[in-house]
């Protein structure tokens, strides 16, 4: 589809979305054609998502809870709903701009609320239901929220937490202060927005995970996620009408990413299954009765479910894909053997959309990250920003040669200096220029860092966006993940990858979960340290250790040997991703002590491995 000559916003935005629907299963010719549509005002809600909507009678969004109880409504449906609510929010004194905490599990409030905040042009910070009265203090005050809607948990827990802010529960007995949202049923179905949207405008307010500091602030605007997640869609492989489920908890960024933005971007049908607790038998099930085609799932979740004979369940699924953290091929061939479909990966951060990725058409090679996506020059640097084969994987921000009028995301000209920085346009509040793709910086970039500055000009500000992950590249292009840039050490002089020795430890059939750090040594400088937890009904004994060390021998290099183990469980952030930071601290404090964990085996003590 070639856009008119002056393409309203939503005419851009579907030319857009329409050029990666037509090239699905071509990445090559994806990357040839696509650009990121330049768009001075765009609101998604209203420019895409309602004009799809209109009498559209498909079902956009279907749950199912863990008792049975299903709820189903149609795009018309939603359309019509998020109008009622974003009338009764407004009326509530939800306006432009306001910061709105919401703090709800997998229930159609969420999806409700979501639709009319965009459309009210409120900025959304999504918050998972695990946060504590401490951490809801912080989002509160540094956030500036002006409003929080919550469940009736929810709503309890900020009893402890000041604050001029607007409350709102949703279900449960309505507690004192706080207005019952089922009333928004009876506002009125038709909205009628207070002014433009523009492109550039904050929508989304995400806390980060916060594994080493206090969580930043990412702030994404109008374009850079509803736009952005196009590239989600064309790595999920997601067509108009699949069934998508993905699991994960509200939140996050991987829930707005799959279940929310990419799936409505390909006009599919957002799947969610509502338990308390991951139930592997019970999310099959599920899969066959209601014809999911799409499944997308962390590598935790991907790992119970291979515990099951799998060939039991005839799934009607066409794509199934991992995201969160590398997939390890052992997962990978186990979903092949059963169900004949390849498990692709993918990746991005909280501050961006889908940068790499294996989309459908595109041969998996087991344990790559896959390759750039549509709109995203990925590229590997060395400490000293110059290009490499093997580095810190990075965002280019500027054209790769310098380009007279390149217009930002928002449509302004830019002019370029001979070193190709931009020295007349606008600039964004941080000071530096904006650039656009696809020559320049992709729409699915973050704005930045709310309330740092200094965060955000150290991010942006120069000719790349720096990932802190480090990858390598092979002479077909694709990109294999090496490990955090923190997290990757030397022994014996050796570079060391803790997710390659974490890949290996994964495919013995007692692991669980594994962990790699370096444990300080006095000759070798460090050697690599295993922390495991083993699968149910396995005990921790030596002569499990032992078990582990072999299977090791037999697939690492003697220079990757992981020397020591100990059996122990894992510290986690509140969304599940493993501090090793935490577990590097203790290790250098237990070396400096010449103390052992009570499950801990070196290599050392067993003779039979000399």
């Given at each position: 589809m070639t856009s008119p000559p002056n393409p309203s916003p939503s005419q851009a935005f579907v030319a857009a979305r329409d050029t990666l629907l037509r090239h699905r299963g071509d990445l090559a010719a994806a990357r040839a054609d696509f650009r990121w549509p330049a768009l001075t005002e765009f609101n998604w809600a209203l420019d895409w998502f309602d004009v799809h909507a209109r009498d559209n009678g498909a079902t956009a969004l279907w749950v199912v809870n863990e008792d049975g109880s299903e709820q189903r409504a149609s795009f018309a449906e939603m359309a019509e709903r998020s109008n009622r609510v974003a009338n009764w929010l407004r009326a509530r004194g939800v306006a432009r701009g306001d910061r709105l905490l919401l703090m709800l599990g997998n229930v159609p409030a969420l999806w409700e609320v979501t639709l009319a905040a965009i459309k009210l042009g409120a900025v959304v910070s999504?918050?998972?239901?695990?946060?504590?009265?401490?951490?809801?203090?912080?989002?509160?005050?540094?956030?500036?929220?002006?409003?929080?809607?919550?469940?009736?948990?929810?709503?309890?827990?900020?009893?402890?937490?000041?604050?001029?802010?607007?409350?709102?529960?949703?279900?449960?007995?309505?507690?004192?202060?706080?207005?019952?949202?089922?009333?928004?049923?009876?506002?009125?179905?038709?909205?009628?927005?207070?002014?433009?949207?523009?492109?550039?405008?904050?929508?989304?307010?995400?806390?980060?995970?916060?594994?080493?500091?206090?969580?930043?602030?990412?702030?994404?605007?109008?374009?850079?996620?509803?736009?952005?997640?196009?590239?989600?869609?064309?790595?999920?492989?997601?067509?108009?009408?699949?069934?998508?489920?993905?699991?994960?908890?509200?939140?996050?960024?991987?829930?707005?990413?799959?279940?929310?933005?990419?799936?409505?971007?390909?006009?599919?049908?957002?799947?969610?299954?509502?338990?308390?607790?991951?139930?592997?038998?019970?999310?099959?099930?599920?899969?066959?009765?209601?014809?999911?085609?799409?499944?997308?799932?962390?590598?935790?979740?991907?790992?119970?479910?291979?515990?099951?004979?799998?060939?039991?369940?005839?799934?009607?699924?066409?794509?199934?894909?991992?995201?969160?953290?590398?997939?390890?091929?052992?997962?990978?061939?186990?979903?092949?053997?059963?169900?004949g479909l390849t498990l692709r990966d993918g990746y991005g951060q909280t501050e961006s959309t889908c940068m790499v990725g294996n989309p459908p058409g595109l041969p998996v090679r087991a344990g790559s990250m896959g390759q750039p996506m549509p709109g995203y020059r990925m590229v590997l640097l060395d400490a000293d920003d110059r290009e490499a084969d093997e580095g810190e994987l990075a965002v280019a921000l500027q054209a790769e040669r310098p380009t007279a009028g390149i217009t930002d995301p928002a449509g302004s000209a830019l002019r370029d200096s001979p070193s190709g920085r931009p020295v007349g346009g606008i600039t964004d509040p941080a000071g530096f220029a904006l650039r656009d793709s696809p020559s320049g910086r992709p729409v699915g970039l973050m704005h930045g860092y709310a309330g740092d500055e200094e965060k955000t000009r150290a991010a942006l500000g120069g000719a790349y966006y720096r990932t802190s992950d480090v990858a390598r590249r092979d002479a077909d292009g694709y990109l294999w993940y090496v490990g955090r840039a923190d997290d990757v050490f030397k022994a014996s002089d050796y570079r060391i990858s803790p997710f390659e020795l974490e890949s290996a430890l994964l495919e013995h059939p007692q692991v669980a979960e594994a962990a790699v750090v370096p444990s300080p040594d006095p000759i070798k400088l460090a050697v690599p340290k295993a922390v495991i937890v083993l699968k149910p009904g396995v005990a921790p004994s030596r002569a499990v250790a032992l078990d582990i060390l072999r299977f090791l021998r037999e697939r690492l290099s003697p220079y990757k040997r992981i020397r020591r183990i100990e059996f122990a469980e894992l510290p986690k952030t509140i969304s599940g991703k493993i501090r090793r930071v935490q577990l590097r601290q203790a290790e250098d404090e237990r070396r400096a002590r010449g103390a052992r964990g009570a499950l801990e085996f070196w290599e050392e003590d067993f003779p039979e491995l000399r």
């Open positions: 999504p918050a998972t239901t695990l946060l504590g009265a401490d951490d809801l203090r912080d989002r509160i005050q540094r956030g500036r929220m002006r409003h929080v809607i919550a469940d009736a948990a929810g709503a309890a827990r900020f009893a402890e937490v000041p604050g001029d802010y607007g409350r709102i529960q949703v279900g449960g007995a309505r507690l004192p202060g706080w207005a019952d949202y089922a009333e928004s049923a009876a506002a009125s179905p038709d909205f009628v927005p207070d002014g433009p949207t523009r492109a550039s405008d904050p929508l989304l307010l995400y806390f980060t995970s916060g594994t080493t500091a206090k969580p930043k602030m990412v702030l994404h605007t109008h374009a850079s996620y509803p736009v952005g997640h196009l590239t989600t869609m064309y790595w999920l492989g997601l067509k108009p009408g699949d069934v998508h489920l993905n699991i994960s908890s509200p939140g996050w960024g991987k829930h707005a990413w799959s279940s929310f933005y990419a799936p409505w971007n390909a006009g599919a049908t957002i799947f969610v299954l509502n338990q308390a607790r991951f139930d592997a038998r019970f999310t099959l099930d599920t899969l066959v009765r209601c014809g999911v085609t799409s499944l997308c799932a962390p590598p935790t979740v991907w790992r119970v479910l291979i515990l099951e004979d799998l060939a039991q369940w005839q799934v009607k699924l066409t794509e199934v894909i991992g995201a969160g953290e590398p997939l390890n091929p052992e997962v990978i061939e186990r979903v092949r053997a059963a169900w």
